[in-house]
């Protein structure tokens, strides 16, 4: 693979297959911790640790796994590598560890990682497979962070508040105390989607459907019609 | 409090007040995607609250194991390695034993490996610490909720699809608008427990 | 035959090397993670009731995570109540000598965002300074009447114990 491929595997991530606002994927904490940039930014690198490491040791070991249990060694895997984020940010970062929360365990069944184990890893070397991993996370937490600037900002008159970089707004800005909840998530995530389309010139995605979802192979689809679909091959 | 009162309280709190999709952001892949035709809302909803039962069932026990053992942080991988397991033979035993059974609700069942409200709920039984019945209880209201605003939600959205949408906000951002509404409908009721 | 213990096999020893490494891991940053939780707690001492020394007793009587003593004569109570959530919040009581409420702090609470989180409300919290008794306490918050009933029980287990021994 020449050099130019290799950038590639880095850069597709970030805009053009960015897994949040094209992909449609990891929607929960996409709306769960985004109501503070500083937690957003946490969860996207912590993501995005997770994401490389599984990347590697799938991409290591795509010789070695049976297909038949495929996925139950790739979880096992990725839960292996949320729970050492976990141990690290319980010991270096307590506060972040504690805003987080459950959404921590629950970078295990983000379906962006099991997606790019199932559809990159498991086919790919190991260099390109790492750059990918790099990628995609990059892609994820600026998306995040892209979504808790603007709720944070519209919802608290703060950017980054806890942090050295903190910015406060004057105090005269009004505090729209929606954007923390999660109503104003989905909001936020709609209205940015939109404006990627715009920016992008291409019509926002249709919808959030299985094509997305990493499991897609594996299911019949949701519908009758989206049976019949699946069997005749237009899907 | 009460056994009872806990009963109720969970019952209320995880079908209204905290509700997981609407004011936890939980399970919002299958909220969104499965989300287009009532049918087939009741078919993964109906699904969703046999799997988390069954996996605050499962995961229970375990977890008093892990504990005896001292390895609790062994958690996350010990629950999802059942949990995708578990499916996985339901899904083998409803297709040879209950054929009509594996029809309506087995098409739903792969995608609930990767469904977060499942392991979210058997996770925070734990936290919580909830004993084994309430836990049990706890999961399957949670998944009542997640019917519940699946149901709902199914119905906005055959409207929108009837709706004149602006052309930048057709698809995603109109359905994700549109949930925002709901959800902030849902916030109503907070206050109440 | 191969194919069907391979598979097995191969799912085995992937568990068994991932648990291997954890127990590792666990073990690197098991201090790391009590010094972190230990800060927390002397961080919170200090945004309560003000620097000084707080000492940690020998000994915590029965549903008291520990006893702290400051200079000032303050005996302070760290107390996990159930909230809304079992263990969901996470209390400082500070008693002065008389065994009345000189100030209330809270470490974490796991509640609903928005809703249970009312109760680490500043002005909230300063309405137990200088209860004596239950009688005192402010009323429960309405919206947050699990998280309020778990922060005033944390109050009155203190004061209970203070009372045992100080009669």
Known sequence: MSGKGYLHEFTKGLLKENPTLVGLLGMCPTLAVTSQAVNALGMGLATMFVLVGSNLVISLLRKVIPATVKLPCYIVIIAGFVTIVDFLLHGFAPELHESLGTFLSLITVNCIILGRAEMFACKNRVLPSILDGLGMGAGFTLSLLAIGSVREILGCSTWMAGTPIAVHLPAGMPQLSIFTSTAGGFMTLGLLIALAGVLTRKKPPAEVGCGACPMAKRCTGCTPEEREARKEGTV | MTTLQTIVSIFLASLLTDNYVLSRSLGICPFLGVSKKLDSSLGMGAAVIFVMGCAAAVTWPIYQLLQRLGLEYLKTVAFILIIALFVQLVEIAMKKLLPPLYRALGVYLPLITTNCAVLGVTINNIDDGYGFGLAVWNAVCVGMGFTLALVIFSGVRSRIEAADVPEMFKGVPATLVAAAIVSMSFSAFSGMI | MKERILPTIVL????????????????????????????????SLTAVFGEGTYTPAATAPEGVTAVYTNDSGLTIYDITADGYAKGGLRVLVGLDEAGCVASVGIVSCGETAGVGTKVTEPIYLAQFSGAADKNDYPDAISGATFSSRGLAGAVALAQQYAKEVQP
Request: charged share 25%; proline share 0%.
């Open chain 3, 12 to 43: 085995t020893v992937i568990c068994a090397v991932v648990c291997g490494l954890l127990a590792a891991v666990n073990g690197a940053t098991r201090e790391r993670i009590a010094q972190a939780e230990r800060d927390k707690v002397q961080r």
